[in-house]
């Protein structure tokens, strides 16, 4: 996630730091190189000026230049800027009614029908709200079935369809969850390859007849600065509450998320970071920022280690990070339940960019498991002793190759390394581009 754009603001940090003062030239020159990665991740030009214009303001305070490290001040100003920028007070999910009514809409591709039973599994968990899943994009017979097949996963109804108008199919949907105690009703509306007024007529008839509690809008990340301008559209011929970030795991520029808020007015409610149905978040524009930034998200990895780990693992695990004492056998061990927390790129992203990155090699951890399993318990415990004849001998018994098997042990020494760089992380800070950020 953000993967260019922060390797591009790490460098430009790296620079600034080097200054052991800071002048209007050398801050210009900064913030020059800021606006031009604003606008390579697909920033919207007009907020690209407010967020160097305001931050140049703060930048050439009294307060930053007479600092004793005015680079590490610069980078926070341009860190605080943003979060400003994409923090809305109205971020929160506003259901006011029982049963609350969700309409999400969008065009096709955005992962709306798929949106649908991630919510629906996130009010469940966090909110104690039982949801009816009702598929209203009747145009797609194969979103029916699709809604129906991702509601069974995540325990939630998905109401039956009869007849072809989405106006009664949704009332009738209301009617249902009323009578049944349901606390929430989500409808995946009918979406389009563009906007046409068909799509958009459809919709103003569902809000006039219904009035939902919240009508999201949901966007690929992916698409940059063109999801802000559906975002615009929609807004000015529906009306949102808000939007949905999805595809955060992949190759983002940042551009939608930085823009959103100032251009269109409305704020960023939820964002998608994984294909799990479990992998949908509240936005944090803190965290996104620091993702943004490249100085990663802690935080986030903690919270889904501690859901996918029990408290007795959790401690166990604490102690051997803490102390570096992980051996292949623990690793093995964990490479398991890594697979609870998420992909290993989603992992790895969470990382701040200074910390050593484990590549899985598309799709690696297979293979990493089925070395790990050729090996005998004593080489697990003690990898100093595999040899290049026991190396031979690991490959054969994995259907690897000896490259794989040392790539491997090469991966565990830089996890060894991720160890004690991870005890910066005791006092609740870490040091990421010259600047102590704290984790709460």
């Known amino acids: 996630m953000f993967d260019r754009i922060a390797e591009t603001f790490q460098d430009i940090f790296k620079n600034i730091r080097g200054h052991g003062s800071l002048s209007e030239k050398n801050i210009s020159q900064a913030l020059r190189e800021v606006r031009l990665a604003l606008l390579a991740a697909d920033v919207n030009y007009r907020v690209v000026k407010d967020i160097i214009d305001r931050t140049r303001e703060e930048v050439l305070g009294e307060k930053v230049l007479r600092s004793l490290k005015p680079g590490q001040q610069f980078i926070k100003v341009f860190h605080d800027q943003l979060v400003r920028f994409m923090t809305d007070p109205e971020s929160e999910l506003y259901l006011s009614h029982i049963p609350s009514l969700i309409l999400l809409a969008g065009l096709q591709g955005a992962g709306k029908t798929t949106l649908a039973a991630k919510l629906a ?107 802000v301008n559906v975002a615009v559209d929609f807004d000015r011929q529906v009306g949102i509450t808000g939007a949905v970030l999805t595809k955060l795991d992949g190759d983002a520029r940042g551009g939608a998320a930085i823009s959103f808020r100032s251009v269109t007015g409305r704020p960023i409610k939820l964002v998608g970071v994984g294909e799990k149905l479990g992998d949908l978040q509240a936005f944090d524009a803190a965290r996104i920022v620091s993702r943004i930034l490249g100085m990663g998200d802690i935080v986030s990895l903690a919270e889904k280690a501690q859901a996918a780990l029990d408290e007795g693992d959790a401690e166990r695990w604490e102690k051997k990070w803490r102390k570096a004492t992980i051996d292949l056998e623990d690793f093995r061990v964990q490479l398991r339940q890594l697979k609870k927390v998420g992909s290993w790129d989603a992992i790895m992203g969470m990382l701040p960019s200074a910390l050593p990155r484990l590549d899985d090699g598309g799709g690696g951890i297979k293979r990493m498991e089925a070395i790990l399993d050729s090996m005998s318990r004593e080489e697990r415990g003690n990898p100093g002793i595999i040899n290049g004849s026991r190396r031979e001998r690991i490959a054969r018994g994995s259907g690897t190759s000896i490259q794989e098997v040392n790539q491997l042990l090469k991966q565990f020494k830089l996890m060894k390394k991720m160890m004690g760089k991870a005890g910066e992380l005791r006092n609740k800070k870490l040091t990421i581009g010259g600047v102590n950020w704290p984790l709460s």
Request: charged fraction near 30%; proline fraction near 4%.
């Open 121 to 227: 599994l996130m009010l469940k968990e966090n909110r104690g709200i039982t949801p009816l899943l009702v598929a209203a994009d009747l145009q797609r017979p194969a979103a029916v079935e699709q809604l129906r097949v991702l509601g069974a996963k995540v325990g939630a109804e998905a109401f039956p369809i009869k007849g072809n108008s989405a106006l009664k199919i949704i009332g009738d949907a209301i009617k249902y969850a009323r009578s049944q105690g349901l606390g929430c009703v989500i409808v995946d509306t009918a979406g389009r390859l563009h906007i046409d007024k068909k799509m958009m007529e459809e919709l103003r008839k569902i809000k006039e007849r219904y009035s939902p509690d919240e009508t999201l809008l949901v966007l690929d990340a992916m698409t940059g600065q063109d999801a």
